[in-house]
């Protein structure tokens, strides 16, 4: 935890939790045994120890978002080392980290915070410390109470320990973490029980559980709620022990351990972390009675139901339910900014990062077609949202079309040719727009626009522009099968001994964003897909299309190319380098006399008759694509393609272009 | 009587096992609505306290789930889902409620029909850890498959339970028929 509000979040988040652990607690009193109502505080100990937020989730988004939000209004007016007004909330470890001097009053906050802990943690290892020196000074016990211990021990089948007897002691004690130590009054006769009790303690290494509490009791010093909560485990804990000593207990020596508990009501109890012991209080005491009571009461064989119980809360409770959403007002009309509303909406952006480069994508998209800062906000890189909350709190948005989106498409965008940049882990790609626009004659045109994007993972996919709008003249071709001849492409060469091929390919990636709606009639059944306004920060990209054209250029002499009266090729995929197809068999489809395209085994063919001998040296096979699955994209694209050349019916060379750099 | 009041008990047990796993919608109303069946659980939970006591130990989570179950079919009616949190409450009681109706039938079952007892039991694992594991939050479509199939495991186990239940009702029935009057 970095700053006070990170410390709110985590402190809060896990106040929740133990409140819906303590309600549970109380609902299960009489049916789960304290095994149970012990191991289920392992999720708060879990919670306290993961930090919150860390994988997008939260057990109730709103208090991240409230936080967040709280953090900027008080953060724009201060001028903090710890944290910035616009620098989302992301806590990276359970423990306070200073990172330097404290400067606003916010600092000061959490520097005394973190100094709590300190003075805490230091509290507990200096009360072990002079614990373990008082040992230093206790006595062997005398042969009676040694015989009490190998008695028990023997009866019990329990692994004995270091007996240590000290004068003016009001009850036995188990301490140590590592080598507990059994610690009795000395002169006094043993009760077998209280042994029983303590060494049980030491089997199931209780003491070294109470300082694993301890330290977390210290990270949380000043959260009233979590103290109360480990004060319950404590007790838990005894009570705990105490059902395993009535489950090797029969019959009066039940009723006697009981009596043994009740007499130590009143008395005074050790206490220290590291240790344990049979007399916790006269409130604790009172619990433990009614649990003893209850030991014979709980239902049977509910053993596999309070392991699925956990297994549930499990998810919930350490990495959370869902994630923070935009709130419900971002849709469409932003608010006045810089109100309260406004920077609410903005909190949830920030706190809301996608978690998919689709939904990036998405969210990026539909900021622009809407004109949503918020939208916007939630794609934007922490680094600059301090300049950008300006520009949008004076009402400026620069990411403006230069025409309205298409009103009657499900599809208003595609993501051209998204590709990664070496060694860095981002990506770039082209947002292609449909736009229409009114024609000088008054009709509506489809247009085309163009905006270079890259996108960087950073606690979240975020997307900025790396240019500005590029229109792209009238046309009815829609953007979703790609245009190679009028929308950018990847280019890659080769060049062999009579030519070169150049490939270009187009990848245009589309989230489903068709949103049903019901007709104007209103009828049930009749619905007509609408685009979907509402960013989707998870998405994935549902369809993904793999435009591709071929074209080879002669590179002979005129004499060369004057006797070739017909000329193909045929290319395939390979998947390695060292791959060649097999195109024996197309030999006898290129036959010299043939125009056309077709497909074979090896790959496609594409030959063209000239019989005129007027071919200008360049042939293309116009383009085609095919639907690949996003999540398999780096199996299913080619590494590269094999290009036979075929002059006169008979194949000439083999070309390799391998898809490594674009020219 | 008491062996009459156990009859209908179970009669109410597996009815309301049966309303709980068959939903019947008509536009956003489930005609045959899970409240009904949880009501039906609740009101055998008595007669089933005289023969195991831990039984009654069931009976506020039995109300508190009858409640939740009216509450989710009205929100259902205007399309409105609870939150998550009480979901997520209600899911533990009901797991643990179920869990333990089943345990203390068989328990009954025990000394008459062990068959009986045994498959009540191995259903009530088998249907403990399909819930467990739907409840939890796992990408169900990027697996549609393994949801596809535990989703059809459920309602199989669903439906097997109904059946021993309704055949749990008919051996006690019988057995009390051959009792002789007194």
């Known amino acids: ?663 | 009587m008491r062996e009459t009041a156990y009859t209908e008990a179970l009669g109410k047990i597996a009815w309301g096992y049966l309303l709980i796993h068959l939903n019947l919608n008509l536009g956003t109303v489930d005609v045959l609505p899970n409240w009904l069946g949880c009501l039906f659980l609740y009101q055998s939970l008595h007669t089933l306290g005289q023969r195991e006591p831990s039984a009654l130990l069931l009976k506020p989570f039995g109300h508190l789930l009858t409640l939740y179950e009216v509450a989710l079919w009205s929100m259902t009616m205007v399309s409105y889902s609870p939150p998550d949190l009480l979901e997520l409450l209600f899911s533990v009681i009901a797991l643990y409620f179920h869990f333990q109706l089943l345990t203390n039938l068989a328990n009954i079952a025990q000394g008459r029909f062990p068959e009986l007892s045994r498959r009540l039991l191995q259903l009530r694992n088998v249907r403990i850890v399909l819930c467990t594991v739907l409840f939890l939050p796992i990408p169900w479509d990027e697996i549609q498959v393994a949801a596809y199939l535990l989703v059809i495991a459920s309602a199989l186990v669903g439906l097997v339970l109904c059946v021993t239940l309704f055949s749990y009702r008919k051996l006690e029935r019988e057995r009390l028929n051959r009792l002789p009057l007194p």
């Open chain 1, 1 to 663: 935890m970095h700053n006070i509000w990170e410390f709110f979040l985590q402190t809060l988040d896990a106040s929740l939790l133990c409140a819906g652990l303590l309600l549970l607690k109380r609902l299960f009193l009489d049916k789960l045994s304290p095994r149970w109502q012990y191991g289920i505080w392992s999720l708060l100990a879990l919670r306290l120890l993961i930090p919150v937020g860390l994988f997008g989730t939260y057990l109730v988004p709103s208090l991240a978002v409230t936080l967040e939000w709280g953090k900027a209004m008080a953060e724009k007016h201060l001028t903090s080392a710890y944290s910035a007004p616009y620098l989302p909330l992301h806590i990276t470890a359970p423990l306070p980290i200073l990172q330097g001097m404290p400067v606003s009053a916010t600092d000061w906050l959490f520097a005394l915070y973190a100094a709590g802990v300190c003075f805490f943690l230091l509290r507990t290892l200096f009360g072990y410390v002079r614990l373990r020196l008082l040992l230093q000074n206790g006595t062997e016990p005398d042969e009676a109470q040694q015989s009490v211990l190998e008695h028990v021990c023997s009866l019990y089948h329990l692994s004995s320990c270091r007996m240590v007897a000290v004068p003016n002691l009001p009850s036995s004690f188990v301490c140590g973490m590592l080598s507990p130590v059994l610690v009795v009054p000395s002169g006094e006769v043993l009760d077998e029980k209280v042994l029983l009790h303590e060494l049980l303690h030491k089997r199931s290494f209780d003491p070294l559980q109470s300082v694993f509490w301890s330290v977390l009791r210290a990270l949380h010093w000043c959260n009233p709620l979590l103290l109360y909560a480990i004060r319950r485990i404590g007790n838990d804990m005894e009570s705990l022990c105490d059902q395993r000593v009535l489950e090797l207990l029969e019959g009066e020596d039940r009723r006697d351990y009981g009596r043994i508990l009740l007499s130590m009501t009143n008395e005074r109890y050790p206490r220290a972390p590291g240790t344990s012991s049979l007399s916790n209080g006269g409130t604790n005491i009172a619990r433990r009675i009614e649990a003893i009571v209850r030991f014979q009461t709980y239902p049977k064989g509910m053993a596999l139901v309070s392991v699925c119980i956990v297994v549930l809360l499990l998810s919930a409770s350490t990495i959370g339910i869902h994630p923070a959403e935009f709130t419900k007002t971002s849709f469409r009309t932003p608010p006045k900014p810089d109100s309260a509303t406004w920077h609410q909406q903005m909190a949830s952006a920030r706190i809301r990062r996608c978690s998919t480069m689709a939904g990036a994508v998405d969210t990026f998209a539909k900021a622009i077609l809407l004109q949503n800062p918020v939208y916007l906000a939630a794609v934007t890189p922490h680094v600059e949202q301090e300049r950008w909350m300006e520009q949008w709190e004076q009402g400026v948005f620069t990411l403006s079309l230069p025409a309205l989106p298409l009103s009657s498409h499900d599809t208003q965008y595609s993501l051209y040719n998204l590709h990664s940049l070496a060694d860095t882990g981002n990506y770039e790609g082209l947002l292609v727009f449909q736009l229409e626009q009114l024609g000088n004659d008054g009709t509506s045109q489809t247009t085309l626009c163009t905006l270079p994007i890259r996108l960087k993972n950073q606690h979240g996919w975020t997307v900025q522009a790396q240019g500005v709008f590029q229109t792209i003249p009238p046309s009815p071709t829609q953007a979703n099968d790609g245009n190679i001849a009028l929308l950018p492409s990847m280019t890659y060469l080769a060049k062999g001994a009579s030519g070169s091929i150049r490939l270009q390919e187009q990848l245009i990636c589309n989230v489903n964003n068709q949103s049903p709606s019901s007709s104007q009639f209103g009828t049930m059944f009749v619905t007509s897909p609408s685009f979907d306004p509402i960013p989707k920060p998870d998405a994935d990209f549902e369809r993904t299309w793999y435009n591709t054209s071929f074209t080879y250029t002669f590179t002979g002499s005129e004499e060369e190319r004057a006797a070739i009266h017909s000329v193909g090729f045929c290319y395939a995929p390979i998947f390695s380098n060292e791959e060649i197809p097999d195109f024996s068999g197309n030999g006898q489809l290129m036959s010299g006399n043939i125009s056309s395209n077709s497909s074979t085994g090896t790959g496609s063919i594409h030959e063209v008759l000239y019989e005129d001998k007027t071919w200008d040296g360049i042939l293309t096979n116009g383009g085609g694509g095919t639907t690949l699955d996003w999540k398999r994209l780096d199996k299913d694209l080619p590494l590269g393609y094999a290009v036979q050349i075929y002059f006169n019916g008979e194949p000439r060379e083999v070309i390799k272009l391998l898809r490594e750099v674009p020219s």
